[in-house]
């Protein structure tokens, strides 16, 4: 038996290495990784959230569900804009597309 | 030390490997291999957690879709198979130390709850699970209006992703 | 007799009585049970590719109007086996500059990708290598592996055409992965539930009947999912180049080749599985062993029918491919999957017997058979027709075409 606090402290940890992976990484394409590694660590939540406390209720089911789906659709349109930025810059390391800064 | 025990700290240690190596190497194709290995171990906590079905949609729309849709734009927007430069931007220290705070404090937030130590209670038939899944995602006193918006967004995901990735040859249709 | 009736069962459970008597865990015995299922299964599948090669070879050379190998033992059946001995002794060149542990895993994955898939698919009545109640799904998600594999073996060749063939190549199979899916869920909603087994079991009529359309598509997008002819652009051998695996020498080329003849016999395993009632047949529930040998025999006949195909219809571009699966399947596939949902509800809530729920079914199929055949008439007309650039004429020795006048005297 497992108690729920491991799959917790996993999905934060989880969670903070993402965090580490946007704000540290230059690679526009790394960035969006991170934002996938933090999204895999919401979804485990809750599923951890589900079997634990409400197993027989499937809120928490739809709920992740729609967080994958959420996630497809954001990761679709990033990677279209990375390429579109790549295309146009001819670079996707997120400190040379400053354009629009003083 | 029961057997799950053991083998959901296999899993995590695998998970958190990969994970770190996801954002650590320079090789950025590297990096989409240990997050294809990373989402791999997700999918086998799932279905630790009973929850069948939705290691089996981590794998068909993570990895099967998501994870070769970042192979291709790393593909696409590379200078002719080389990497470039250094990989962490120059405050990556402070992006570590925020990391680790929040990981200190979330665990703090968290042990102060009451059922933080919670057992899994005994299920008593999971094949039904899916079914009332099944029928929560298309029944009107249920979740169907989020479901219905769901599927627009996806539509309108991939119209804005096939307008903007489309270049300057015919972006105007 | 319940050793030759119900052969497997039999067999699993005496090993099983064994490990218990030499004081094993109950556990332990059950992992050991399944690896060795799974090895079974997987050494099994990979000698029956030896017979599937001889097999394809000999018929794509009759239906070419040649023999085929006829040298190597009785009629060239032996012929795999100098061919494995060649494989097996080819040096293992590395190309420079390349991912060496992608590069090693590439071909071990693919393999892997189609073994997996026999772990879904009931052999015989309650013989199945895991029973779980969302099967189909999980067909889909060891195909998408198979496609990452190839992706790895582009990637990691360092060879920019091999990069380019791995793109074409998944281009083409995550196309054909929708209208799959969607075909897939055809016999998912006629028997409620997504497990294979349970699809197999409420199979008292095959599924091929109540939906022939369905059966076709499935078969169109599995034979492009596996890159066979007619769809094999990508690794035909009269191409510039021959695709992701240019760099692979050796047995590691030898796992691809494995691989793609398995993929098209196990994705007829599929096709029996979902559409032609697996296991079902006269006498099967009694005698497991029948069971057994009657998959077996629809498994090679599916996979006959994809040997004809193969020797029969010319290879497709890869627009033209492209074109097929996104403007021509995805739409048929998903009518036909709104159509079925819509019928199967009207008739669970009227209460409709078996034969009402076939001829339903089977209307449904034959008019969307109809308005395909209708849309292909109008594309044909609507193409414009090449005028001819030269017109036949009747060339005359200096005579006009007029018969020739009565010799005179």
């Known amino acids: 038996m497992i108690p729920l606090s491991w799959y917790l402290i996993l999905a934060a940890a989880l969670f903070c290495l993402g965090l580490f992976g946007v704000l540290a990484r230059k690679n526009a394409v790394a960035i969006l990784m991170g934002i996938e590694l933090m999204l895999n660590a919401v979804i485990i939540n809750l599923i951890a959230f589900w079997r634990y406390l409400k197993p027989d209720q499937v809120n928490a089911l739809v709920f992740a569900l729609i967080v994958f789906a959420v996630s497809a659709a954001e990761v679709a349109v990033g990677l279209a804009l990375v390429i579109s930025i790549y295309r146009r810059r001819g670079t996707v390391a997120a400190d040379e597309i400053d354009l629009m800064k003083w | 030390m029961t057997p799950d025990m053991i083998l959901f700290l296999v899993i995590a240690l695998v998970t958190l490997a990969a994970g770190f190596m996801v954002v650590t190497t320079p090789n950025i194709v590297h990096a989409a291999l240990w997050l294809i290995l990373n989402l791999f171990a997700v999918a086998v906590l799932y279905v630790m957690l009973n929850a069948g079905f939705f290691a089996m949609v981590q794998v068909v729309v993570y990895i099967g879709a998501i994870a070769i849709l970042f192979i291709f734009a790393i593909m696409l927007t590379r200078h002719a198979m080389r990497d470039s430069g250094p990989r962490f931007n120059t405050d990556w220290p402070m992006a570590a130390i925020l990391g680790v705070a929040l990981l200190a404090a979330l665990i703090w ?65 | 007799m319940a050793l030759l009736s119900d052969p497997v069962i039999f067999i699993a459970n005496w090993i099983e009585n064994l490990l218990l ?75 420079q500059g390349a991912d060496i542990f992608i590069y090693n895993l590439a071909p071990i994955m693919a393999t892997s990708a189609v073994l997996l898939l026999w772990a879904v698919i009931p052999y015989a009545p309650r013989v199945v290598g895991s029973d779980i109640n969302v099967g189909v799904l999980y067909l889909v998600a060891v195909g998408a592996l198979g496609t990452l594999a190839i992706l790895l073996a582009g990637f990691s060749s360092n060879n920019k055409y091999a990069l380019l063939g791995a ?76 695709g992701f695996h240019i760099e692979y020498s050796g047995l590691k080329f030898g796992f691809f080749y494995v691989a793609e003849f398995l993929h098209a016999f196990t994705i007829s395993g599929v096709i029996v599985a979902m559409f032609f009632g697996g296991w079902r047949g006269p006498g099967a529930e009694t005698y497991p062993i029948l069971g057994f040998i009657y998959f077996m025999i629809k498994t090679f006949l599916i996979y006959f029918g994809t040997i004809w195909v193969r020797g029969s219809l010319p290879r497709v571009r890869i627009d033209q491919l492209l074109g097929f699966g996104w403007k021509i399947l995805v739409p048929v596939a998903l009518t036909l999957v709104i159509f079925t949902a819509v019928a199967e509800k009207m008739m669970f809530l009227m209460a409709a017997t078996v034969i009402v729920r076939i001829l339903v079914h089977l209307v449904i199929n034959l008019l969307l058979v109809l308005v395909l055949i209708v849309i292909f008439r109008a594309q044909e007309a609507r193409r414009p027709l090449r005028k001819p650039v030269a017109e036949p004429r009747t060339v005359a020795l200096g005579r006009h075409s007029v018969p020739p006048e009565s010799p005179s005297a």
Do not use: C, H
């Open chain 3, 21 to 95: 008597g030499w004081g094993l865990a109950p556990l332990l015995v059950t992992i050991i049970m399944d690896l060795l299922g799974a090895g079974i299964i997987s050494v099994a599948m990979l000698l029956l590719v030896v017979i599937l090669i001889v097999l394809e070879r000999k018929l794509i050379g009759r239906l070419q109007g040649r023999f085929g190998p006829n040298r190597v033992g009785p009629y060239g059946l032996l012929q795999t086996i100098p061919d494995m001995i060649k494989i097996f002794t080819k040096e293992y060149i590395t190309p």
């Open chain 2, 109 to 173: 937030i968290l042990s102060r709850w009451q059922s933080f130590m919670t057992l899994p209670p005994m299920l008593t038939s999971d094949t039904d699970i899916l079914r009332q899944l099944g029928q929560a995602l298309v029944s009107p006193n249920a979740f169907f209006i989020p479901f219905e918006i769901a599927s627009v967004l996806l539509v309108a995901a991939m119209i804005g992703a096939i307008y903007v990735a489309w270049g300057k040859s015919g972006g105007k249709k």
């Open chain 3, 167 to 242: 793109f074409r190549t998944v281009a083409q199979m995550i196309s054909y992965e929708v209208p799959m899916v969607l075909a897939l869920l055809v016999p998912v909603i006629l028997a409620r539930s997504m497990g294979v087994n349970e699809i197999v079991n409420a199979q008292y009529v095959w599924y091929v009947i109540l939906a022939p359309l369905a059966t076709l598509i499935l078969f169109i997008t599995a034979m492009a999912e596996v890159g066979r002819a007619p769809f094999d652009l990508l690794e035909a051998e009269s191409e510039i180049v021959a």
